[in-house]
């Protein structure tokens, strides 16, 4: 088996690619062994008888699989976490997600005239001094208040 070594050191020079990447045509190989000089390499390139094989690339399936997994909300569990709780969404966040549909639920009301104002500036307070715990506890506080 004779070795190519001086036509792949010249072949991946030209073509600008390591020397595991280049490809020699089976057939052709006496004409191969038989170009010793960078010109003749050249010739061999432009004939189509040495290649370049294709780069490999790594592949993104299981990244995009995973992707969509955690748009549904899997892959969230404890093993995954990395930070604390309040690291994950910080307490500012957390504050902001849980006051802001209060105050727009607040704010429908009193357009609706189902808060008094009195009662709107009450609740408003209170929402603001984080005394209810979501949208759907201040509904509950509601119902109670406005049956009295």
């Known amino acids: 088996m004779k070795t190519y070594k001086l036509q792949k050191r010249l072949a991946s020079k030209l073509l600008k690619t390591g020397k595991n990447r280049i490809a020699f045509k089976e057939d052709k190989l006496t004409e191969i062994s038989?170009?010793?000089t960078r010109s003749d390499v050249k010739d061999l390139i432009k004939k189509g008888t040495i290649t370049a094989k294709k780069k490999k690339g790594v592949s993104r399936s299981r990244a995009k699989k995973?992707?969509?997994?955690r748009k549904k909300g899997r892959r969230k569990g404890y093993g995954t976490r990395k930070g604390r709780k309040k690291a994950r969404t910080p307490k500012k966040r957390a504050w902001i997600n849980k006051i802001r549909p209060q105050r727009e639920?607040?704010?429908?009301?009193?357009?609706?005239k189902v808060l008094t104002p009195h009662l709107y500036r009450k609740l408003?307070?209170?929402a603001k001094a984080?005394?209810?715990r979501s949208r759907?506890?201040?509904k509950l506080y509601i119902k109670k208040q406005v049956k009295k």
């Open 66 to 69: 995973r992707h969509e997994q």
């Open 105 to 112: 639920l607040l704010r429908h009301l009193k357009d609706k």
């Open 130 to 132: 984080g005394f209810f």
């Open 34 to 36: 038989e170009a010793i």
């Open 124 to 126: 408003y307070n209170l």
């Open 136 to 138: 759907a506890h201040l």
